[in-house]
């Protein structure tokens, strides 16, 4: 798995020798000169390459795509998915996580939130990293927008799993205060000093490396939360997601993405913990939808919008979720 959005991808034009690669692989076979020259014209970016190769083609080809990417979902068995388990194994498996990310932390910071920016021995454009972040945000304005939030009323925002702060740096705009927070020292370390070089002072740091630290956190109108949930266990992520949502103002709302099914996925805690000698990297799990609306049901929020994200590529179905916490 890797940690890239597809927001993020290359903007550049393509190449006839690329087009011509993308179609063969496809579709088999070449386009004639004419092909190219319209395919070129007309895909600025890789989604729209995409579409023009795979929504143009009509009929089995565009049968195959629906097939695997989205009617597979449709298919799948209900998941065994545990998520609720004693507070011991609750703090056991955060541990293993604060363990984990302690040391990409340490040896791959910019890595560890896209991993496309950290290849063996290469510097990190970080002016290119930073900007990344930009559309991410720019999509949770669009979706407080059509569900009619009023965006001015919300004052404080906690990002959890803020890394070294390549969506912090925006937030940082929207909002009058923001609440970095995540699980690892060394990344906040890198994202107060990015962002205080930027002039960012509205911004907080919490580390997060215990259920009462989070219990602890200040009350805040905004969650914020996209590609971090989705590397803790199923119980950790239920858990942390009671106690932010829960803690969330009257008027406030979630924003966050999370994997809902990986098919043939299964997680037992017990089994888990027994050995985590093969789980000593970056690994995706996800927490069914209906696990997601009892919480949401229990804690009193009201789900405003739910949009397929694409956020973990065509095997995995991730969701971002819009709550909203009613006013009393």
Known sequence: MTNTDPADASTGRFTRQ????????????????????????????????????????????????????????????????EVDVPPEVLDALLAHVENVWRGFGESDPFWSVLTKFK?????????TFYATGKKRVEKFDAALARAGVDSASL??????????GRL?????????????????SSHLALAEGELGARG???????????????????PFDAFFSIISLQH????????????????????GVGYFQLPTLIPEQSFDAKAYLADLSPHEQMETFAVPQKVLFALFDELGLKVLEVREDNQCGPNKLSNTFL??????
């Open 155 to 164: 004052k404080t925002c906690l990002e959890l799993g803020s890394g070294v």
């Open 168 to 184: 912090t740096l925006w937030l940082a705009d929207r909002f009058e205060h923001v609440i970095a927070a995540d699980i690892s």
């Open 18 to 81: 690329d087009i011509a690669l993308a179609w063969r692989l496809l579709r088999g076979g070449k386009p004639d000169a004419a092909e190219l020259d319209r395919l070129a014209a007309n895909s600025a970016n890789i989604e729209q390459l995409r579409r023009n190769l795979v929504g143009q083609a009509g009929g089995k080809l565009h049968s195959v795509f629906q097939e695997t990417v989205q009617q597979r979902f449709l298919k799948a068995p209900p998941p065994q998915v």
């Open 200 to 218: 960012k002072t509205n911004v907080t740091y919490l580390r997060v490396a215990s259920m009462a630290e989070l219990a602890e956190a200040p």
């Open 119 to 127: 290849p063996a021995g290469a510097e990190v454009d970080k002016a």
């Open 232 to 251: 803790s266990p199923p119980p950790v992520i239920k858990h942390v997601l009671s106690i932010l949502l829960g803690r969330l103002s009257p008027g």
């Open 323 to 328: 709550v909203h916490k009613p006013q009393r």
